[in-house]
């Protein structure tokens, strides 16, 4: 069952914060985040693993709740840069990437 | 440069054609996958192969036949396809397991 995302388009200005969200109806183990910016390949952010961590870089940094089972990806100080659609991939069991379910994205776009 | 490249970049083909999509990854990954990215949709595991045997295939169609040579080729043959099967075609690579995949750029088909 894919994981669903929220919400599915957020507009901001150039130095805003955005949120987004990814939930699953099973239990999460893994959960991979990609961002697409049009006409090219998704690029990987990053990939939390069960056991309720916090990951960053810069300034794109992404939690994952097992008890809720949801990740949610923070972006601060937004940049132009930042614009894209964000996919989250969900693993339920083992860690396989055999196994990833992805959401239908959430597109972002950083105004100036 | 993603590391993983695909041909061709556009494919235009009538529905009695036949036709093959190449991707092609030296990121020294032993898995290598293929999907589906249709608008509004998530993105649709295909075929999965490790080390050259196929370990996935979610229910495609049998007009789409997977084919991987070695560890770093993938094919995708192509052959009395619908309009439905206009999309973006993704290969991926990666290792097996809690590690990122590394997407190509796509092949955009549109099937007339």
């Known amino acids: 069952q894919q994981p669903v995302q929220s919400p599915q388009a957020v507009i901001l200005r150039e130095g805003e914060d955005a949120v987004i969200n990814c939930s699953s109806s099973?239990?999460?183990?893994?959960v991979h985040w990609y961002r697409q910016k049009h006409g090219e390949a998704p690029v990987f952010l990053m990939i939390?693993?069960?056991?309720?961590e916090q990951k960053g870089h810069d300034k794109i940094s992404a939690s994952f709740n097992e008890k809720k089972q949801q990740s949610s990806l923070y972006l601060t100080a937004s940049q132009l840069s930042y614009s894209g659609t964000y996919f989250c991939?969900?693993?339920?069991?083992?860690?396989?990437?055999?196994?990833?379910?992805f959401g239908k994205g959430t597109l972002l776009t950083v105004n100036p | 440069e993603t590391g993983v490249t695909q041909t061709p970049r556009h494919l235009v083909m009538g529905m009695t054609n036949k036709k093959s999509l190449k991707c092609e990854q030296h990121l020294g990954h032993n898995a290598m996958y293929w999907y589906k990215q249709s608008a509004k949709k998530p993105l649709e595991l295909m075929f999965v192969y490790s080390l050259e045997e196929r370990v996935e295939n979610n229910s495609v169609p049998s007009r789409f036949s997977p084919e991987c040579p070695n560890s770093s080729h993938l094919f995708l043959h192509l052959h009395t396809l619908q309009p439905e099967d206009s999309a973006l075609y993704l290969c991926?690579?990666?290792?097996?397991?809690?590690?990122?995949?590394?997407f190509g750029n796509g092949t955009r088909l549109t099937v007339t």
């Open positions: 991939g969900t693993g339920n069991s083992g860690g396989s990437n055999y196994k990833l379910t």
């Open positions: 099973k239990a999460l183990y893994s």
């Open positions: 991926a690579s990666s290792h097996e397991y809690n590690s990122p995949l590394h």
């Open positions: 939390l693993l069960k056991g309720g």
